[in-house]
């Protein structure tokens, strides 16, 4: 433990909680950015606890943060209360142009800005581990969420350099240096780090369900180990007209339908377990076209590479039918945790060791686009956007029914 000389803290973003100043005791559990069970949660705290939150709050004694901020005030058995740009950012309530908590959308919520955290670099001395807790005081030299630090750990430091994140969700996000880019299809503004007086901004979308319909199609005993899915795509031609909608947590952009649902289409008496998986396979690669080309749509900045990390980037044939599909090389690294090599760097620079980064990660591969590599995909990929355009306007039409 003597040998480390800093910590870096990665999180997943937009997670919060509240809890007692005094106590460090947590008025309720985290709600989570995407688990739509968190509209109920929030129901419940609305109603079950806002009484003890708001007397908290009136007597100056609640704290309101993210899980970095949370992992802080443990670590630093509560000495420390902080969160960085990276995170805030990420939570609704800050204004990216005027670097602080927006003081519009925290009233309008109801939330006094005196329990949100102070906003540091994302590169800074947040304080020390408690010695108890290893044996040594190690420094806490960075916070950084997740994606933001996916970003920096794919060494994407140029206007234009792209990261495309397949984990638990597809996170697209491009460098736009210091310019903040807002659009009204789906890609928002973010702030990728801040260093001293460098602040880099992100502008990026998502679509929630990747990593998660993999792990649901496991469970339904379609394959035993998610590497046996490339193997069982690869095997047939293309899947016989088999389409599936990955939308357990509804539709983001460019469609953005919370409440759509996940279905197959196309089924047949002949449709076996390879059909079900190349489609679900294939329905990533169409996702992460249609965030590609929404972006090039909205965000009037050239492509300079584009490098994938994430879990599911293993998998071959999802690599590969993106490449196709967007018509691009897609680089993928040696070191798929790109968020904890983000949270490595950026820790080393607070504590002095410049330049290390700044070495191109080593890449493992590289995938070349191939021009129609499999004659029904560009069928395929217009069929599945029809069963897109049908369950968007069929909920839409319930849903306008059930309003009457």
């Known amino acids: 433990m003597n040998q480390i000389v800093g910590l870096g803290i990665s999180t997943q973003r937009a997670t919060f ?3 007692n100043k005094k106590t460090g005791n947590h008025f309720h559990n985290f709600i989570s950015w995407q688990d739509l069970r968190a ?5 419940s705290w609305n109603n079950s606890l806002i009484m003890k939150v708001q007397k908290a709050i009136e007597e100056d004694n609640c704290c309101f943060g993210t899980i970095d901020t949370w992992l802080l005030h443990k670590l630093t058995k509560g000495s420390v209360f902080a969160t960085d740009f990276s ?7 800050f204004d990216p142009f005027k670097m602080c908590w927006n003081r519009l959308l925290t009233s309008m919520l109801s939330i006094p800005l005196f329990i949100l955290p102070p906003v540091r670099d994302t590169s800074h001395n947040f304080g020390s581990v408690d010695e108890e807790l290893f044996g040594v005081p190690i420094p806490i030299a960075a916070l950084v969420a997740d994606q933001q630090s996916a970003m920096f750990g794919e060494c994407c430091f140029h206007i234009g350099d792209v990261k495309l994140t397949m984990g638990t969700g597809t996170f697209l996000d491009i460098n736009t240096g210091n310019s903040l880019q807002h659009t009204i299809g ?11 007086q460098e602040v880099v901004c992100l502008a990026e979308s998502n679509a929630g369900d990747t990593g998660t319909i993999i792990k649901w199609a496991q469970e339904l005993d379609l394959f035993t180990d998610a590497a046996e899915t490339e193997k069982m795509a690869k095997s047939l031609e293309d899947s016989e007209g088999v389409c599936f909608v990955p939308s357990f947590s509804g539709l983001q952009a ?4 919370p409440c759509a649902c996940a279905s197959f289409m196309g089924l047949k008496a002949s449709t076996n377990k390879y059909h079900l998986v190349r489609a679900i396979l294939e329905s990533i690669a169409f996702r992460n076209k249609q965030l590609y080309e929404l972006m090039q749509k909205e965000i009037h900045i050239p492509v300079t590479k584009v490098r ?3 879990g599911v980037c293993k998998n071959n044939f999802v690599m590969q039918m993106t490449s196709d599909l967007i018509n691009v090389n897609i680089e993928r690294p040696i070191n798929l945790d790109m968020s904890c090599l983000g949270a490595a760097f950026l820790a080393g620079l607070a504590v002095g060791m410049c330049g290390f980064y700044k070495s191109e990660n080593c890449l493992e591969s590289c995938f070349l686009p191939v021009a129609f590599p499999f004659p029904n995909h560009r069928i395929i990929e217009q069929v599945w956007k029809t069963l897109v355009f049908i369950k968007l306007h069929t909920h839409m039409h319930i849903t306008h029914k059930i309003l009457l």
């Open 17 to 19: 909680i509240t809890w």
């Open 39 to 43: 509209v109920e949660l929030i129901k």
């Open 87 to 93: 995170n805030a950012s990420a939570t609704g309530l």
């Open 186 to 196: 789906g890609f928002y503004p973010l702030i990728g780090w801040k260093i001293g």
């Open 254 to 257: 460019p469609l953005n339908d």
């Open 308 to 310: 994938a990390d994430g």
